[in-house]
């Protein structure tokens, strides 16, 4: 509640609550009323879908409060295999068609697998038509508890490429049912018949040294359980990195977001990226990804917060940009609108 009353203070004007699973809390709707009273929007909440119950939407509804309820699908007849839990499916997928007959907008969250694959498709046109609005697309974590049940069945950076490219002209050919965001590899708009590539962050020019390494940590800052000022949510599961940015409870929200370690992160540019990283700053590419994302740069706590994001390597070396335009070009009829990047003489 404290930290609700400095959210106020330093101006922070909307929050989405995750957990773990938020709902469960025997005191959620006193941490909403809090947020409410200060003038805060709930823009999302992440949830598995299992209590997202009418009588929860009539609460939300009683405070004129209708945040957006995000919630995982892992794939048509694969989301309890991957829980773990007999009815999960069902249970989300009833909670995505609540959510629609009350007006509530939903987002949805997919991981790949090497078993799942085949469902993307199938999977995007069930959510569209149960009115989702967005789908993100992850793959699977090697960590915990999946490294010992399930881990044979990660991909590949290039096969989950393949997987994406594959996909993208059935996108279109489905007319564009839902917002999509392919990890860094295609996004497109619901209804659109235009895309973008997430990967391709800057502008190509030396001018992108100038601009900041994690444009997320600029915009939002994530709060762990311990109350720790963090740039994301994967940076929590990595200890020894979380462990030096400050805690809220200590430091004060104020002085986290003006003289920290999270700050200082914040504001570190493209230039001391190249400066720390001798592969990065002789690669061809490094004014289009900027060396990628941070978090999938530490490799579990492996490497260097400064280090290198092997997926966005594996994107432009091995030319994916140009097989999606190519893919499109030769399986979608009608013109579909790419953004125009140059490398050396070709513009895609």
Known sequence: M??????????????????????????????????????ITIKQIYSNGKLVTPQLLDAFTARRCKPDFHMSFDGLGWHDWLRGVDGAERAVLD??????????STGASMTIHRRNTQTLRDSVNLLGSLG???????????????????????????????????????????GSPLTVMLGGFFK?????????????????????ERDCVCGHARANLYIDPDGRALPCMPMA??????????????????????????????????????????????????????????????????????????????FFKEKWPERIKQKLTNEVKGEIKHPQWSFGPRVF
């Not at 203070?9 to 995750?18: F, L, M, P």
């Not at 393949?162 to 996909?167: C, E, F, G, K, R």
């Not at 020894?240 to 104020?254: C, E, K, M, Y």
Request: charged share 20%; with cysteine; aromatic share 10%.
């Open 95 to 104: 909670a995505f068609k609540l959510c629609r007959d009350r007006g509530f």
């Open 2 to 39: 404290s930290i609700i009353e400095q959210f106020r203070d330093c101006g922070i004007s909307q929050v989405s609550i995750t957990g773990g699973e938020p709902l469960i809390r025997a005191d959620f709707f006193d941490i909403v009323d809090r947020l409410l009273a200060a003038g």
């Open 188 to 208: 497109a708009r619901k209804g659109s018949r235009e895309y973008s590539i997430p990967a391709i962050r800057y502008s190509g020019t030396c001018e992108a």
């Open 237 to 314: 599961g990595i200890d020894n990195v979380s462990a030096g940015f400050p805690l809220i409870q200590d430091r004060g929200l104020a002085a986290c977001l003006t003289d920290s370690a999270y700050m200082r992160f914040a504001d570190t540019r493209l230039s001391a990226l190249l400066e720390h990283n001798a592969e990065c700053a002789h690669c061809e590419y490094k004014y289009y990804c900027g060396g990628g994302c941070r978090a999938a740069a530490l490799d579990g706590g492996k490497a260097h917060i400064l280090g290198i994001d092997r997926a966005i390597c594996c």
């Open 132 to 174: 989702v609005n967005s789908l993100k697309t992850n793959p699977v974590a090697d960590a915990g508890s999946w490294l010992l049940n399930g881990g044979h069945n990660s991909l590949t950076t290039s096969e989950i490429h393949q997987v994406y490219l594959n996909y993208v002209p059935a996108f279109f050919n489905d």
